[in-house]
Nanobody, 123 residues
Framework: QVHLVESGGGLVQAGGSLRLSCAASGRTFSSYTMAWFRQSPGKEREFVGGIYWGSSITNYADSVKGRFTISRDNAKNTVNLQMTSLKPEDTAVYYC????????????????WGQGTQVTVSS
C-alpha cells in the first residue's frame, strides 16, 4: 500500500509559478512510477506528466511541455511538480498517482492516488 499526500496548491496570477509536492509513504517509493494528473469541473482527469521508477526519465502532456517540470527525491519519498508560465486553463485539482509499472497516461492504470490539491490561475 502507498499513501500519497499532495501539497503546494493555491491561487496565482497568470504567468506565475507554483510548486506542488507529493509525499509518499508505505512501500518502496523508488520502485513506483509517479505521475501528476489534473481535473477541472466537467472534464475528465487528464495526464500532466510523470517520472519513471528508479530513473529521472520524464514525459509530459503537450499542453504543459516546456512549462512544467517533474522531479523525484527517492531519499525523501517525494515527487515535485514545478509549474511556470501558468495559464488560466491550468486551473484544476492536481492529483499525484503511483503505479508499479511503466509510465502511463491513462488514469485508470494507476493504483494509488492522493486527495488532490487545488490550483487556481487568475487572468
Amino acid at each position: 500500500q502507498v499513501h500519497l499526500v499532495e501539497s503546494g496548491g493555491g491561487l496565482v496570477q497568470a504567468g506565475g509559478s507554483l510548486r506542488l509536492s507529493c509525499a509518499a509513504s508505505g512501500r518502496t517509493f523508488s520502485s513506483y512510477t509517479m505521475a501528476w494528473f489534473r481535473q477541472s469541473p466537467g472534464k475528465e482527469r487528464e495526464f500532466v506528466g510523470g517520472i519513471y521508477w528508479g530513473s529521472s526519465i520524464t514525459n509530459y502532456a503537450d499542453s504543459v511541455k516546456g512549462r512544467f517540470t517533474i522531479s523525484r527525491d527517492n531519499a525523501k519519498n517525494t515527487v515535485n511538480l514545478q509549474m511556470t508560465s501558468l495559464k488560466p486553463e491550468d486551473t484544476a485539482v492536481y492529483y499525484c498517482a503511483a503505479r508499479s509499472w511503466a509510465l502511463s497516461e491513462k488514469a485508470y492504470e494507476y493504483d494509488y492516488w492522493g486527495q488532490g490539491t487545488q490550483v487556481t490561475v487568475s487572468s
